[in-house]
């Protein structure tokens, strides 16, 4: 478990210095006319802090005792506490039941359209893997 919880701390320090870059596209492109110090300092913390926690996540697939499903459930999650948590601690999203469903349906959206193409190329890599063994054992034969 030790190795886990260092491994989360190397990836999520690897993906630290990403918030602040990630915000400050999103300021040069956003029509922000004047911001406060304040509102400054707290993005460039919290998508520090977002980055840390979604490139250490990343860890519990390496977690061979833990099934997949609940891998994929359990980073779901934490990604959608944290993205959710984020964005309402910005001011990016309005607190309300309205705009908290309609963040809910995109991001559940997004995360299994991204699961869909990884599983996509990861069957299609299976499946030439798959291909090139039966072609070495029928060499063999």
């Known amino acids: 478990m030790k190795r886990y919880i260092l491994e989360f701390f190397r990836r999520g320090l690897c993906a630290w210095g990403l918030g602040p870059l990630v915000l400050a596209v999103l300021y040069l492109f956003l029509p922000v006319e004047a911001l406060t110090a304040r509102e400054?300092?707290?993005?460039?913390?919290?998508?520090?802090?977002?980055?840390?926690?979604?490139?250490?996540?990343?860890v519990i697939y390496q977690i061979e005792r833990?099934?997949?499903?609940?891998?994929?459930?359990?980073h779901g999650g934490v990604l959608y506490v944290g993205y959710l948590g984020t964005y309402l601690?910005?001011?990016?999203?309005?607190?309300?039941?309205?705009?908290?469903?309609?963040?809910?349906?995109?991001?559940?959206?997004?995360?299994?359209?991204?699961?869909?193409?990884?599983?996509?190329?990861?069957?299609?890599?299976?499946?030439?893997?798959?291909a090139l063994l039966r072609q070495k054992q029928q060499d063999l034969e």
């Open 66 to 74: 833990l099934p997949l499903m609940a891998a994929i459930g359990i």
């Open 89 to 130: 601690l910005n001011g990016w999203l309005d607190w309300g039941r309205l705009p908290v469903l309609v963040f809910t349906a995109i991001f559940a959206v997004g995360y299994l359209a991204i699961w869909a193409v990884i599983y996509a190329i990861l069957k299609r890599r299976t499946a030439r893997v798959n």
């Open 40 to 58: 400054v300092s707290l993005g460039i913390f919290s998508l520090s802090a977002l980055a840390f926690l979604a490139g250490g996540m990343n």
